[in-house]
């Protein structure tokens, strides 16, 4: 069986030491950094399945290295854990590439299922090139080009990386261009349940869609209340 390989970046050095050794007696390798410096090379050295960050720490607070992270990775999933609780805090951490968010005081059997979860996610999203198959794996979007299988985005010479998930996204919607795709179809076919929290991280990832897409003026995601998401060229 392929053990999973986690970096832990936290300072607190009584926490981190039992969040190891829990880890550890759960099958898991773990890697441990005290820092967003350590743990940003640690990151490129270890290459782990999954990431546990803390924000407030020394040398590098964990928004920054996970803004850093996600200019050279998109896939890998990422969980804040950490003591900073304002609704603010949580969508920044979801703006710069999260993809959990965890509250301290925390439950470590909660922390070790939404690992689970995530991973399972993260292995489903590898493989969605069959799951969400179709004819146009390369299509134009106004006077962009999307091309699904490299999880591009091309604007004349200009090229856009994009996460598994946001590619995912993109191609429900131009699969269904100029009509409406409902919320919950999209909740459904990616994440498995529509649930609040799922929902939150979908806006996060059409955030940075329309973000990505704001170079034609053309090139609208809008959000039908009440019914769904609509791509208009």
């Not at 070790?112 to 390369?138: E, F, Y």
């Not at 591009?152 to 998930?165: A, G, P, T, V």
């Not at 269904?176 to 996060?204: C, E, H, Y």
Request: a neutral charge.
């Amino acid at each position: 069986m392929e053990v999973i390989k986690v970096l832990l970046v936290e300072d607190e050095l009584v926490l981190a030491g039992v969040l190891k050794e829990t880890l550890a007696l759960k099958g898991f390798e773990v890697c441990l950094a005290a820092n967003g410096l350590e743990g940003f090379s640690a990151f490129k050295e270890f290459k782990p399945d999954i990431c546990i960050v803390d924000i407030m720490m020394p040398k590098k607070d964990g928004i920054s290295m996970v803004k850093e992270i996600r200019t050279v990775d998109q896939q890998t999933p990422l969980i804040f854990l950490t003591a900073k609780s304002e609704t603010q805090d949580v969508i920044q951490g979801f703006h710069v590439g999260a993809d959990d968010y965890i509250k301290k005081p925390f439950s470590i059997e909660e922390l070790i299922l939404r690992m689970q979860a995530l991973l399972k996610r993260s292995k489903q999203s590898a493989g969605s090139v069959a799951m969400l198959p179709g004819p146009n794996t390369i299509v134009s979007i106004g006077q962009y080009r999307f091309d699904y299988n490299r999880l591009e985005l091309h604007l004349d010479k200009e090229i856009q990386r994009l996460s598994q998930r946001e590619a995912d996204i993109l191609k429900m919607l131009t699969d269904n261009l100029r009509n409406i795709t409902p919320r919950k179809d999209i909740l459904l076919q990616l994440w498995g349940d529509d649930s609040f929290f799922n929902a939150r991280n979908m806006d996060v990832y059409i955030s940075r869609l329309r973000k990505f897409l704001s170079g034609d003026e053309k090139v609208q995601i809008i959000n039908v209340r009440g019914k769904g998401i609509k791509l208009v060229i």
